[in-house]
């Protein structure tokens, strides 16, 4: 079946050092990723999405990178703050069909 | 920013009572979507709805469950009967455009069923 899954639960990170958070995804159908930052007591916030037909898509402090031959999504994100403490959702789907799967969640810890 | 925006934060409720939780999503926004979440799981989508009716609906959303858009800015979902199980964070979510470009997820509803 489809699922989207995440490697590591929890990663802990020194404030200003980079942050890799990575997922796998096993529909090959999907083609729009979304990461999502959840904050405690809130709903997921927006990050940054990637369509299947780029391999690479820079924001502010952040760049996404999927791999479509190994369903690979990954979330980098530069000189962590303490503020990008959260949990850090990846989600898939096909994009004309408006249900988005997400993956289990990775805590991201910044140690100050 | 605009925001979509939930009440109550927080719901308690016994079993096989009727609940219903509400949404008021992004005044221009068309499509509207609630997902859950289970405590420590993932966010789990449970329907999708357009132009007054249900796009799309997960295996969770039974008949138990409802959507509705009663105006023009609440959207609405009902369990008619709870069950323990449903205890969880519910997320609505609204988006301008077709499909999940950009969603914008209110805060949740945290539904708790004794």
């Known amino acids: 079946g489809e699922s989207v899954g995440l490697h590591l639960p929890t990663l802990s990170v020194q404030e200003g050092d980079n942050s890799i958070i990575n997922c796998a995804y096993s529909?090959?159908?999907?083609?729009?990723f979304i990461w999502y930052k959840q904050e405690s007591g809130k709903g997921p916030q927006f990050i940054i999405d990637i369509r299947s037909n780029m391999d690479k898509r820079q924001g502010q402090r952040v760049t996404v990178l999927l791999n479509k031959t190994v369903k690979h999504l990954s979330l980098q994100i530069a000189a962590t703050q303490p503020g990008d403490s959260a949990v850090y959702f990846c989600?898939?789907?096909?994009?004309?069909?408006?249900?988005?799967?997400f993956g289990q969640g990775t805590t991201l810890q910044v140690k100050p | 920013e605009p925001e979509v925006t939930q009440t109550p934060s927080h719901q308690v409720t016994q079993m096989g009572q009727e609940v219903i939780l509400r949404c008021v999503p992004i005044s221009n926004h068309l499509y509207f979507y609630w997902y859950r979440q289970i405590l420590g799981q993932k966010v789990e989508f449970l329907v999708s709805?357009?132009?007054?009716?249900?796009?799309?609906k997960s295996e969770i959303f039974d008949d138990q469950f409802s959507v509705e858009r009663p105006d023009g800015s609440n959207f609405t979902l009902k369990i008619r009967s709870t069950k323990l199980e449903d205890s969880a964070m519910y997320f609505c979510?609204?988006?301008?455009?077709?499909?999940?470009?950009?969603?914008?997820f209110g805060s949740g509803t945290q539904l708790s069923v004794l």
């Open positions: 979510a609204s988006t301008l455009g077709q499909g999940t470009e950009k969603l914008f």
């Open positions: 529909n090959s159908a999907s083609d729009y």
């Open positions: 989600a898939e789907t096909v994009s004309n069909t408006g249900k988005l799967i």
């Open positions: 709805f357009y132009n007054n009716e249900i796009s799309e």
